[in-house]
């Protein structure tokens, strides 16, 4: 292999790049690096890439889309041989959203999670939010579910808006 290690990092990172630039399909403010589902980019030792990726839960309707435009996105920048994987294990945790990301969530109107998941329990009623437009913790959760499963629906009391709050998963 021409170049060597320092040759596989820039081929890594111009992918990690790329990968910046694909939106989540149900969040497009946030990219799915952002998102904190590309779990690596590694060149191996035959100077293939492999691409791993896992999905936010095992029953996310985004999924398959992500899935293709990582491989059309790899396929158009020459990478055609590239592998993608599926990493199921460890789970993806909201944990893994980046600082980034979260910042634009808030941005966007949707209160980000606010606490560390360590312990199913936490996942359990209806964590105190922050209002992502005034920032007031004086909020309640109206539904469950928000416009997509892993968002739950709620009001701000004291500026009277309602938002979207991405659960702590």
Known sequence: MVGGAADSSAREREVWQLLEGIPDPEIPVLSIVDLGIVRAVR??????????????????????VIRCQVRAALDARGYADAVL?????PPWTSDWLTSAGRE?????????????????????????????RCGS????????????????????????????????L
Do not use: M, N
């Not at 492999?50 to 029953?59: D, K, N, Q």
């Not at 913790?137 to 709620?154: D, L």
């Open 43 to 64: 060149q191996e030792a035959d100077g293939r890439l492999r691409v791993a990726i896992t999905p936010t839960y095992s029953g996310c309707p985004a999924t398959d």
């Open 85 to 89: 994987e599926e990493v199921l294990s």
């Open 104 to 132: 634009k969530l808030r941005r966007f109107g949707i209160a980000p999670p606010e606490e560390a998941v360590s312990s199913p329990r936490q996942l359990r009623g209806s964590p105190a939010v922050s209002c992502p």
């Open 137 to 168: 913790r004086e909020t309640e959760r109206v539904s469950e579910f928000g416009s997509t499963p892993c968002k739950a629906h709620y009001r701000c009391r004291a500026c009277a808006e309602p938002f979207d709050y991405f659960k702590c």
